[in-house]
């Protein structure tokens, strides 16, 4: 990795060579069209699952063919990369790119005559739109501008996730791969286990956080100064326009397709930490999150499509790089797969341990004392894998 020592004055300037695949993250959930606009060209309803298969099947097989990309800029042409506004009108143009691809979904269940198999294809569909939004979410959430912030309240209002944006930055990335964290998954705990203390205990995290903040401003807890009211509002102001404009039967379909979308999140989050541990220094206390405490891939595609979120080693310790310059660094956790592949074998719990329970403890050396584990299943983990066990089982993890 380049340091930031000035380069000499005959070196060439650094040159983004990716700098024109970051429009794969423009034209990727562009896709989600594709679906119906084949079916309203054939009328054959099995055209909608042409998207699916993109983003379950052929997705990974793209990462698979396409490698990964070991690359970095150079620190010296950090500041520089940041700065260039062509990054940024990117992640600017994809706010009414998916909300246009949301409402579009929404009117095309309600307006076309569809089987059950075309109705679930569509969830899935709009489902895929809103994980995109919480994913551009999460890149705009990140950054210190007003008008940044208030996009990514934006784009996580159509699938009803707006408290992410105080649960993600001011919770997650404190509790990091720790007991103390919802949305980090423990070793041994399937993602739809973890679904059960993720969602609701990320939300009862966000609303805390909110509380203390209006709190200690002296401001009122139910406000417009509320950054979780904020989405919540613009939230029943889209879904209350969509059912005057197509009908109340367009609320199920709503209410489905978002959680399919925020499930997108929860499998995000039960890839990028599974059983990683930071160290707890004192009570309650732990290590500075590093680098070691995700699991990192650098797959081509679905980095390019998803604005770097694999490289989340380097998001999680350095949060406010932007995803252009965002890092590889040698001998971390790594994925075998890009998060579309990664996905996939989540939501079979036996193909998920097959794979990743090695992994990790080849990661930590089969220590307990640094895995997370699931409280529930810890004994049982520790005589199945023969773990090093110098923790008495009743000072084990906390629930």
């Known amino acids: 990795m380049s340091g930031s020592m000035s380069t ?71 500041p520089t990369l940041e700065a260039d506004r062509y990054y940024r009108w990117i992640t600017y143009l994809l706010v009414p790119v998916l909300w246009s691809a949301f409402v579009f979904s929404a009117w095309f269940v309600v307006r076309h005559d569809l ?52 649960e993600h930055n001011r919770g997650h990335h404190r509790d990091v791969a720790t007991p103390a964290d919802p949305a980090s998954s423990r070793m041994g705990e399937s993602i739809y286990a973890f679904l059960l203390r993720e969602m609701p205990g990320a939300f009862v995290r966000a609303w805390r956080l909110e509380s203390d903040r209006l ?47 925020n499930f997108q999140l929860t499998s995000a989050n039960y890839i990028e930490h599974y059983g990683l541990l ?20 650098n797959h081509v595609f679905s980095n390019w ?25 040698d ?17 079979i719990p036996p193909l998920w341990r097959r794979v990743m329970d090695e992994r990790l403890l080849k990661v930590v050396g089969r220590d307990a004392a640094r895995i997370n584990l699931d409280p529930r299943q810890r004994e049982a983990l520790v005589r199945r894998y023969q773990l090093r066990d110098d923790v008495p089982a009743a000072r084990s993890q906390a629930a």
């Open 331 to 347: 001998n971390l956790p790594r994925l075998p797969s890009g998060y579309f592949g990664m996905f996939t074998i989540a939501y």
């Open 215 to 261: 709190r200690r401003d002296r401001l009122p807890r139910w406000s417009l100064r509320n950054e979780i009211v904020q989405p919540a509002l613009i939230t029943v102001l889209l879904w209350t326009a969509l059912a005057l404009w197509l009908g109340a039967q367009i609320l199920p379909f709503l209410l489905v397709a978002s959680f399919w979308a």
């Open 278 to 297: 930071r160290a707890e220094r004192a009570p309650g206390k732990y290590e500075v999150c590093q680098p070691h405490h995700s699991w990192n891939s």
């Open 8 to 78: 000499p004055l005959s070196a060439q300037p650094y040159r983004d060579r990716k700098r024109y695949a970051w429009l794969l993250s423009l034209l990727v959930p562009c896709t989600v069209a594709v679906g119906p606009a084949l079916m309203m060209a054939t009328g054959n309803p099995l055209a909608l699952w042409v998207p699916v298969v993109f983003f379950y099947g052929v997705a990974p097989m793209l990462d698979w063919w396409l490698g990964e990309d070991l690359s970095n800029p150079p620190e010296s042409a950090v």
């Open 305 to 329: 499509a998803l604005f770097h979120l694999q490289r989340h080693s380097d998001h999680h310790a350095h949060p406010l790089r932007r995803y252009q310059s965002l890092r590889h660094f």
């Open 115 to 166: 089987p059950v198999h075309g109705v679930v294809a569509m969830v899935l569909i709009t489902g895929s739109v809103g994980g995109f939004c919480i994913n551009l979410g999460h890149e705009l959430g990140h950054k210190n501008t007003g008008l940044e912030r208030w996009l990514a309240k934006i784009i996580l209002a159509p699938t009803g996730y707006g408290h992410f944006f105080i």
